[in-house]
Nanobody, 116 residues
Framework: VQLQASGGGLVQPGGSLRLSCAAS????????MGWYRQAPGKERELVVA???????NYAESVKGRFTISRDNAKNTLYLQMNSLKPEDTAVYYC???????????WGQGTLVTVSS
C-alpha cells in the first residue's frame, strides 16, 4: 500500500484546511485508516482513525472540529479541519493497517501551520 498525503499549508487561527490521502496498491486489504500528527519536539499522536466499517475514534483535542471521511471510488481519505488552533500545528501523516498481519503503512506527511 502506498499513501500520498497532501493539503497542508499555512492557515490563520480559526481557519480551515482539508487534508487528502490517496491510497494505491493492495488497498482491498486495508482494515483501518487514520490520521496522526507530530508537533515539533513531541511524539506522534493519533488524530482520528476510521475502520472498514466506518467506526471512528477521534482524539479529544479535535472532537467537534475535525472530521474524517473517505471516498471509496477515489481511494482517498480526507481530514476536514475547522476552527484550527496554533496547537494543531504539526506534520500530519496518514496511515493504513492492512491485512491479517495488521501491517502498518505510512504516508510521507504534510505540514500544517496555524499562525497569524
Amino acid at each position: 500500500v502506498q499513501l500520498q498525503a497532501s493539503g497542508g499549508g499555512l492557515v490563520q487561527p480559526g481557519g480551515s484546511l482539508r487534508l487528502s490521502c490517496a491510497a494505491s496498491g493492495s488497498i482491498f486489504g486495508i482494515n483501518v485508516m487514520g490520521w496522526y500528527r507530530q508537533a515539533p519536539g513531541k511524539e506522534r499522536e493519533l488524530v482520528v482513525a476510521i475502520t472498514i466499517d466506518g467506526l471512528t475514534n477521534y482524539a479529544e483535542s479535535v472532537k467537534g472540529r475535525f472530521t474524517i471521511s473517505r471516498d471509496n471510488a477515489k481511494n482517498t481519505l480526507y481530514l476536514q479541519m475547522n476552527s484550527l488552533k496554533p496547537e494543531d500545528t504539526a506534520v500530519y501523516y496518514c496511515n493504513a493497517v492492512v491485512g491479517t498481519r495488521q501491517s502498518i503503512f505510512w504516508g510521507q506527511g504534510t505540514l500544517v501551520t496555524v499562525s497569524s
